[in-house]
């Protein structure tokens, strides 16, 4: 199984802050990549696909990057609705694992 | 409007038996994926595997091969889930997703398995 490693684990940021997180592959995935954010008692919701495309109606503050083993996902501009935690998956070959995710929260 | 309804919460005992489901509506059932994710409490996405709709394909992930079943009745667009004897292990929320890239989710099911 590919082996999918995010950082940092949780992270304290403000709004307005630029936030970066980070997945990493065991193995090169291409771009196969995807991410999602999930908030409290929610389900996971699409936010970038094939590492780079915006997910319709997802805000522009979000981009993704990255391709092979190492990954970003930036929130340009840090909003309150933000705060969640949020999962990188790999969809390059079964199973499609996650990332142990990254927690969000105000500082 | 694409849409993934999953059926309600259940409460079961170890041992017994359980299938829940995931109703897709708003686009053609047949053509994409349904994938099956499991959260446990206060825990991560875990991938458990996939379902084709068309043939009913299926590809389960090492870690849930043997533990569950999936199916699906395309003439009522649903995707089912399924334990034949349960543990206190399989407490979780159950979400099925769809397509390669799980662009739309179910609300997610609850299972809690407790004697």
């Known amino acids: 199984d590919i082996q999918m490693t995010q950082s940092p684990s949780s992270l304290s940021a403000s709004v307005g802050d630029r936030v970066t997180i980070t997945c990493r592959a065991s193995?090169?995935?291409?771009?196969?990549l995807n991410w999602y954010q999930q908030k409290p008692g929610k389900a996971p919701k699409l936010l970038i696909y094939?590492?780079?495309i915006l997910q319709s109606g997802v805000p522009s503050r979000f981009s993704g990057s990255g391709s092979g083993t190492d990954f970003t996902l930036t929130i340009s501009s840090l909003q309150a609705e933000d705060f969640a935690t949020y999962y990188c998956?790999?969809?390059?070959?079964?199973?499609?694992?996650f990332g142990g995710g990254t927690k969000v929260e105000i500082k | 409007e694409v849409q993934l309804v999953q059926s309600g919460a259940e409460v079961k005992k170890p041992g017994e038996s359980l299938r829940i489901s995931c109703q897709g509506s708003?686009?053609?059932?047949?053509?994409?994926?349904i994938t099956w994710v499991r959260q446990m409490p206060g825990k991560g996405l875990e991938w458990m595997g996939r379902?084709?709709?068309?043939?009913?394909?299926?590809d389960y992930s090492p870690s849930f091969q043997g533990h569950v079943t999936f199916s699906v009745d395309t003439s009522i667009n649903t995707a089912f889930l399924q334990w034949s004897s349960l543990e206190a292990s399989d407490t979780a929320i159950y979400y099925c997703?769809?397509?390669?890239?799980?662009?739309?989710w179910g609300q997610g099911t609850l299972v809690v398995v407790s004697s």
């Open positions: 379902i084709d709709p068309r043939d009913s394909h299926v």
């Open positions: 997703a769809r397509q390669r890239s799980l662009d739309f």
């Open positions: 998956q790999q969809s390059y070959s079964t199973p499609h694992t």
């Open positions: 193995q090169s995935i291409g771009s196969y």
């Open positions: 094939t590492a780079s």
């Open positions: 708003g686009y053609s059932f047949t053509n994409s994926w």
